[in-house]
């Protein structure tokens, strides 16, 4: 974390300067160049229609190359989609030569409200006004790489506080993602993100929200509910341990308990999603009908029948694994993160055997915001088929975002959330990592 955030309480006309100069960067971009308004200033789409022309545009329902590929795009919406559409008089037309068209890229698991560090202590030495103002960065970091939806899977102890992110986004009020919030996730006394191996004696809170029966889950998901959340985040296991090859997970909640969950999710008009690394939590998290199962690094027959059979997707995060791996504070934890990995990578291997949908979703926040494209390249190198990783990620993100049917696909109606990349991604996904053109509801927040 860069030192100017830690000091973030005493430099207060600095960090304002540099939070208003950082918005003027960032400013949406015409066609011929940057807009030069100043901090009042509102994202909306243009009066006039745009018609962007590229080499290629990626049919992503189809899997196909249409060549060449223009969107029409009136408003926040898609008109039309095709190797030619309508160019109207008043339109404004750009030219985005060699690129593909494709969707914008969605995150189903990310962290605004973390950053690269010591993950617990951040939680504790950073305010919450701090870190919403640094997570208003994150956002814009994520949109800037071609990321127009993601899901926020907890903001780790800073509670509602992504409400206000989202809804300043809404209003245009800053560049980010659509976003579907969570707050803090739900779990268990004691269990993952308490405050475990601090001093007792200095009752250090914890990042999660408590709750411990099934009238405390019903009761937390009504208060947070009614802070703003979109979706319920839980904790379904705790430590987990891989030794002499042998993976365990720790349980938090019993079937019926998480069945609870989603049938007061369900209630309120909304999802589950669950932090799982293994069994026996990731069977009854399936039994109960949650949206995600997210990690997955360990699922047995009956609960990828389970998901087959349910729709439910696993959501491998390979980019966290992958980052810890190669930053482990000493030796020792470096071979068991990478025995951790390896095993993932295995398990991953029989999941796509077996036919289990997939979403994708990153965990970036411990890793640096706007690197998370990075989760895309590691699924096709772990042997999913570029165009399969490509599904995954605008597809059945969209549905896990709630958004099916109006992100994830180039279609007349659908929001105008379109980004370009050099070259084929169907050639070489690792493309993803250069989006060189990005719109979000008609707005051009990224230009060549």
Not at 91 to 104: R, V, Y
Not at 293 to 302: G, K
Not at 326 to 345: F, R
């Amino acid at each position: 974390m860069n030192s100017h955030f830690r000091r973030l309480n005493l430099v207060p006309v600095f960090c304002l300067a540099a939070s208003l100069a950082t918005v003027a960067t960032f400013l949406p971009q015409t066609a011929s160049a940057q807009m030069q308004t100043g901090w009042e200033h509102t994202y909306a789409p243009p009066n006039h229609p745009i018609v962007l022309h590229a080499a290629r545009l990626l049919d992503i329902d189809s899997g196909k190359i249409i060549s060449p590929g223009e969107v029409l795009v009136r408003g926040d919406k898609i008109a039309e989609v095709g190797q030619s559409v309508t160019h109207p008089a008043d339109a404004q037309t750009i030219d985005l030569g060699d690129t593909t068209l494709m969707p914008g890229l969605i995150d189903a698991h990310v962290h605004l409200f973390l950053h690269p560090g010591n993950e617990g202590l951040q939680t504790v030495e950073e305010s919450v006004p701090q870190r919403t103002i640094q997570a208003t960065f994150a956002a814009r970091d994520d949109l800037m790489a071609g990321f127009t939806a993601e899901r926020d899977m907890g903001t780790e102890g800073a509670g509602s506080a992504d409400t206000a992110v989202r809804d300043a986004i809404n209003e245009g009020e800053i560049p980010g993602p659509r976003m579907r919030m969570s707050g803090n996730a739900i779990s268990i006394l004691g269990g993952h993100e308490d405050a475990i191996g601090f001093n007792p004696a200095q009752h250090v809170l914890g990042n999660a929200d408590y709750a411990n029966s099934i009238d405390q889950l019903i009761e937390t998901i009504r208060e947070q509910h009614k802070e703003g959340s979109d979706f319920v985040k839980i904790y379904e296991t705790g430590r987990d341990v891989f030794r002499d090859g042998k993976f365990t997970s720790q349980y938090q909640y019993t079937e019926p308990q998480l069945a609870a969950a989603v049938q007061e999710a369900a209630r309120l008009g909304t999802k589950v999603g669950v932090h799982c690394m293994g069994e026996p939590g990731a069977l009854w998290a399936a039994q109960a009908g949650v949206e995600s199962i997210d990690h997955a690094a360990q699922l047995s027959d009956e609960t990828m029948r389970i998901m087959r059979e349910k729709d439910i997707p696993a959501v491998p995060t390979f980019t966290i694994f992958d980052y810890f791996a190669d930053h482990a504070p000493n030796p020792a934890a470096a071979k068991a993160e990478h025995e951790s990995l390896d095993y993932h990578i295995q398990q991953f291997k029989k999941q796509m055997a077996a036919g289990i949908p997939f979403a994708v979703g990153s965990d970036v926040g411990p890793f640096p915001h706007g690197t998370q494209a990075r989760e895309l390249v590691l699924m096709a190198q772990h042997g999913m088929k570029p165009l399969a990783v490509l599904q995954a990620d605008m597809l059945e993100g969209a549905k896990v975002l709630m958004w099916q049917g109006q992100i994830g696909d180039l279609k007349p109606g659908y929001f105008a959330d379109v980004v370009a990349v050099p070259g084929n991604p169907l050639d070489d996904i690792s493309v993803v990592q250069h989006v060189s053109f990005v719109m979000k509801a008609g707005v051009i927040y990224k230009h060549p």
